[in-house]
């Protein structure tokens, strides 16, 4: 679907570029070797994981399998949420076009995929998997998502950030 055709796009039409509060998911999907599905982006030309917004009607788990697909060519399951980002200094993005964005990201790891990354859709400009201890350049709250899974694996303590 197209922004425009979008939840957040028909949002967008009657709102104009001012702050809204947007829910939704990010997934880090994880290889047996270690390395991590990233997207590069098309909007602000750096690295992140997948994920979206919500559309009506659906639930978190369902926004991120949907937006993993979307964006990579890959189909996930057996999703495991490990942390919840909403601190605003982190998660509130200014796009390119001066659209404001708080969001409430539901974050999710799985080892459970099939299929081969491929660049899916315009939001992306490359798809790979990458070693999550050499990360490219990220947008702030895609990287502190990746640091909030290593910090899960390594205590088990759902993260809050």
Not at 72 to 81: A, E, H
Not at 121 to 138: F, G, Q, Y
Request: charged share 25%.
């Amino acid at each position: 679907m197209s922004f425009s055709e979008s939840y957040l796009g028909k949002l967008r039409a009657k709102v104009g570029s001012d702050t809204i509060l947007v829910p939704g998911a990010r997934v880090i999907v994880k290889r047996d070797d270690g390395h991590v599905l990233m997207q590069h982006r098309s909007d602000f030309d750096v690295w992140g994981i997948p994920g979206g917004n919500a559309e009506e009607g659906e639930d978190l788990q369902s926004i991120a399998v949907r937006e993993t697909l979307e964006e990579t060519g890959v189909r996930i399951w057996n999703l495991k949420p490990f942390g919840f980002g909403s601190d605003p200094t982190f998660e509130t993005i200014t796009f390119p076009n001066g659209d404001v964005c708080q969001f409430f990201a539901m974050m999710f790891y799985t080892s459970d995929f099939d299929g081969e990354p491929v660049v899916a859709d315009d939001e992306s400009k490359a798809v790979e998997w990458i070693n999550p201890h050499t990360l490219p350049a990220m947008l702030p709250n895609m990287r502190r998502s990746i640091e909030a899974f290593q910090e899960f694996e390594r205590t088990g303590v759902f993260q809050m950030i």
